[in-house]
């Protein structure tokens, strides 16, 4: 039976999944925020989709804690 939340997610797909273009796609590969895409064949890649939901939840969880530490007050 397929896992559908362990599809290979390719790269133009992946960048609207996550709602991003695709340089800022590449831009956060290159900077490690993401991890880079698996390598299917020569000119095919893509992540797993856990993958693109762990980078998500890291962001969200990345931005709650920005939003409790600042209180507004300076």
């Known amino acids: 039976m397929l896992n559908i939340s362990n599809a290979i997610v390719r790269r133009i797909d992946a960048a609207q999944y996550l ?5 800022t796609l590449h831009r956060l590969v290159q900077r490690g925020e993401l ?8 000119t095919a890649s893509g992540w797993r989709q856990t993958e693109l939901d762990e980078f998500i939840e890291r962001r969200r969880r990345a931005n709650c ?3 409790q530490g600042n209180t507004g007050q300076r």
């Not at 709602?19 to 340089?23: A, E, F, K, R, T």
């Not at 991890?35 to 020569?42: E, G, H, M, S, Y």
């Open 19 to 23: 709602g991003i273009s695709l340089p």
């Open 35 to 42: 991890q880079a895409p698996i390598k299917l064949t020569r």
């Open 65 to 67: 804690s920005t939003l």
